[in-house]
């Protein structure tokens, strides 16, 4: 099960106090949650990326990266909130490297988990 970040507040709380993964078709933003699920909430600016139908379009690539990384998803020893920032260069990169791109993202977290078990666990 996944839910969406939807109020600017959440997202406010990721951007603050959460961890930034950098890559070439987008910036996440991850911060551990106490739910039993991940949330998402993704981003494409009108400064990034210009006109709506190409935020729509970054948009809806940045959903389906996360819809086929579940199973990575579900690897996690914890629930995170994730917020996907698009980056322009998405718009352009073929239809797998935002899954690939994400996929080692993930895979950063997972060794952040490794590395500092205990880092969030205050955190709600």
């Known amino acids: 099960m996944t839910t969406h970040l939807r109020w600017s507040n959440e997202f406010q709380r990721v951007y603050r106090t959460g961890n930034r993964h950098e890559s070439h078709l987008m910036t ?3 911060l551990p949650n106490t739910l039993l699920h991940h949330r998402v909430g993704i981003t494409a600016s009108r400064k990034a990326l210009g006109k709506a139908v190409d ?4 948009k809806r690539l940045l959903r389906e990266a996360f819809r086929l ?4 998803l579900d690897g996690l020893q914890r629930r995170y909130d994730w917020v996907l ?3 322009r260069t998405l718009l352009t ?4 490297k935002p899954v690939m791109e994400f996929q080692k993202i993930i895979a950063q977290v997972a060794c952040e988990e490794v590395a500092d078990p205990g880092v969030h666990s205050q955190l709600a």
Request: proline fraction near 0%.
């Open 93 to 96: 990169a073929e239809a797998k």
């Open 85 to 87: 920032n698009a980056r």
């Open 55 to 58: 935020r729509n379009r970054a």
């Open 28 to 30: 996440v933003f991850v």
């Open 69 to 72: 990384t579940k199973s990575h």
